[in-house]
């Protein structure tokens, strides 16, 4: 459609109670299950080096690698998409439901050893069926919005709500129930509240609107199971360039992921009497400028925003190896701006990467492109910088002392400013730019 159009507003409610819920239930545990983890014994390694934790954690990465490009076959040639996020959901609730149960379940060491924890295992099952719903939330949403630059953002958002909702609901929980204050609930809970909430998804995704393949009846091959039609997109350079540099962007991301909460908490950077309570201005940022990106988009285009979300990852690293060593409102300020670029971070590089990646493909093969840049972001670059960056904090914890922060988050800070110089110089793809005076217009 063209620019000019709209969708309608029932349409528009419709897709964000969608993405309110997909991310209510990521919310709900992903963060908690370190407190989870810590309550069940299981933050330690086994007798045989097994450990819990960093396998909890690389689950997301591993399904984002194993599944996505199967399921996006899926939609884009056998089954309506809003078919196949109903089973995927209702698959999940059963297995995180179950999943606490299986945390203290007497499992043989020489088990564990050979095939895992049967918690961890039924994890990395979930998130296979997670993981491709994050790609194909997107090419349903774009499917039938009329405006997806100016609309999406405005869907997408609820997802950002609704992430901070799971995340504080169970801490409301833990007052409720009359103990201290906490933003991680570390009993099961986490799990079960998360499971309802994907039951419901599941059920509700069957009303979503009705998305067929677009390439329904047309021959299957093994490299069509295997994604090549969305690879080929590769061989258009600027596409290239993008999709690399969305996987090396996410490598120092992974630091992050590992260390932001620990390195807030150990400068007694709180909101609300809570670590997680600070941590969580940056989804409230996310809101602000998700709704704001419309306008963003219609005056730089997609170079420019990607190229200042790519920024916002360099300044906030470079701040927070600032902070550390300093002093009231030199090591506060810092931290909490460095927090707050959370929402440029995420909404001009992601979101956006998700807007260029729809223009980009064709439509037989969206569900499979947007689900290659989920392997490739949230999959092999957040695995791979996981390993890395625990190879790295070793390297920046002197023995017998604590991690120098400094040193471990000037690292991202040079590795994400060379990725956004390389982007920035290779970058030049005009094919899918907004005509500014078009929507300016509007």
Not at 415 to 424: E, K, S
């Amino acid at each position: 459609m063209s620019s000019g159009s709209k969708s309608n507003p029932v349409l528009i409610v419709r897709l964000a109670i969608m993405m309110f819920l997909q991310f209510f239930i990521w919310g709900a545990w992903y963060v908690s299950m370190d407190g989870f983890l810590a309550e069940a014994g299981m933050k330690t390694a086994s007798e045989s080096g097994f450990s819990f934790h960093a396998a909890a954690y690389t689950v997301a990465p591993l399904a984002a690698i194993i599944a996505p490009l199967t399921l996006g076959l899926i939609v884009d040639r056998l089954m309506n998409t809003e078919v196949v996020l109903g089973i995927l959901n209702l698959i999940g609730a059963v297995l995180l439901w179950f999943a606490p149960t299986l945390a203290a379940s007497g499992v043989p060491e020489s088990w564990i050893s050979q095939f895992g924890h049967p918690m961890i295992v039924v994890l990395l099952l979930y998130m296979v069926c997670f993981m491709p719903t994050l790609g194909l939330t997107a090419s349903l949403s774009f499917k039938h919005l009329a405006n997806g630059e100016k609309e999406f953002p405005v869907v997408r958002v609820l997802g950002t709500i609704g992430w901070i909702v799971g995340n504080w609901a169970m801490w409301g929980g833990r007052l409720f129930a009359g103990e201290e204050a906490n933003f991680a609930d570390n009993s099961g809970n986490i799990f079960r509240v998360a499971a309802a909430a994907s039951a419901l998804l599941g059920l509700y995704c069957f009303s979503l609107p009705r998305t067929a393949p677009p390439a329904k009846g047309e021959p299957i091959s093994v490299g069509k199971v295997l994604g090549v039609d969305a690879w080929k997109l590769l061989g258009d350079k600027y596409f290239f360039v993008f999709a690399i540099a969305s996987f090396l962007i996410c490598i120092p991301l992974a630091g992050y992921y590992a260390q932001g909460y620990g390195y807030v908490s150990s400068q007694n950077i709180e909101l609300f009497g809570s670590t997680t309570g600070a941590m969580s201005t940056g989804q409230m940022s996310e809101i602000f400028f998700m709704l704001v990106m419309p306008l963003c988009f219609a005056r730089l285009g997609v170079k420019w925003m990607l190229g200042i979300g790519m920024l916002a990852w360099v300044v906030r690293y470079g701040l927070w190896g600032f902070a550390f060593g300093q002093e009231g409102v030199l090591m506060t300020g810092p931290i909490f701006l460095g927090i707050l670029l959370h929402g440029i971070c995420y909404d001009f590089f992601f979101v956006t990467g998700m807007i260029y990646t729809d223009k980009k493909a064709a439509p037989e093969v969206r569900g499979q492109a947007q689900s290659l840049i989920v392997l490739l972001t949230q999959g092999l670059g957040l695995g791979i910088g996981a390993q890395f960056f625990g190879w790295w904090s070793a390297q920046c914890t002197p023995e017998g002392g604590e991690l120098d922060f400094a040193k471990f988050w000037y690292a991202p800070a040079l590795f994400a400013l060379a990725v956004m110089v390389v982007f920035m110089l290779l970058f030049w793809d005009r094919s899918t730019e907004t005509d500014v005076e078009k929507l300016e217009s509007e």
